[in-house]
């Protein structure tokens, strides 16, 4: 089966930076991708790892560490809009996608 | 180009009935999977169609049930509904070559069992 694990709950200050961990096992695996979700609204994409090392698309960076099954979602200067539930989602064996329970992230003042 | 579009929003049934959500995908893609939310669990894999085939199943019951048809549009069927089945049920599709990785998805249908 598939199983991912990230922190229930983030909190950070306004500006800072924050770091939200995944750890998954899957049988397969193509990539790991992150997925925002605010209160009310649907899952958006972020960001896709199918390979080692770090991606970044503006503010936003993910990593994948595929030797340790890891992988994180780096937020730089954090703003009040960042708010929100964050998930990491496994491709594995016959294109299934799997997701986390979801990380909500609070960005305070 | 327009989005995913699920209809019904919101939808209020009582226990032992059955419910049929809808899911129309980005214009040309072929892969649509319904998930599952409620809160504290994630998005619960349910199934996944791709060209009128499903391709994937998750660890629900049998009374949980999917199509595609030819234009891509999908449904899905839950019979003799329980309190349980109250959730966030979302759409979503994926075209291209997938190597992105990417999952667009809908607003999501919002059923209540009472």
């Not at chain 1, 199983?3 to 306004?14: F, G, I, K, N, Y």
Request: glycine share 12%; net charge neutral.
């Amino acid at each position: 089966g598939q199983s991912l694990e990230q922190p229930s709950e983030v909190t950070a200050v306004e500006g800072a930076i924050v770091q939200i961990n995944c750890t998954y096992q899957t049988s397969g695996f193509y990539g790991l991708s992150w997925y925002q979700q605010h209160d009310g609204g649907a899952p958006t994409f972020l960001s896709y790892n199918a390979l080692d090392g770090l991606e970044e698309t503006g503010r936003f960076s993910s990593f994948l560490s595929r030797s340790d099954s890891y992988g994180y979602l780096l937020l730089q200067e954090l703003q009040m809009k960042d708010s929100a539930s964050y998930f990491c989602a496994v491709r594995g064996g016959y294109q299934k996608v799997t997701f986390g329970t979801g990380t909500k992230l609070q960005v305070i003042p | 180009k327009a989005g995913v579009t699920q209809t019904p929003r919101y939808l209020i049934k009582t226990r032992g009935q059955q419910v049929t959500l809808s899911c129309s995908p980005i214009s040309g893609h072929r892969s649509v999977s319904w998930y599952q939310q409620t809160p504290g669990q994630g998005l619960q894999f349910l199934f996944e169609y791709f060209s009128e085939t499903q391709r994937n199943k998750g660890n629900f019951p049998g009374r949980f049930s999917g199509r595609q048809f030819s234009n891509s549009r999908s449904e899905m069927n839950v019979s003799t509904l329980e309190l349980g089945d109250s959730a966030l049920y979302l759409c979503a599709s994926r075209g291209g070559r997938g190597d992105d990785g990417e999952l667009f998805f809908g607003e999501g249908s919002r059923l209540t069992v009472l």
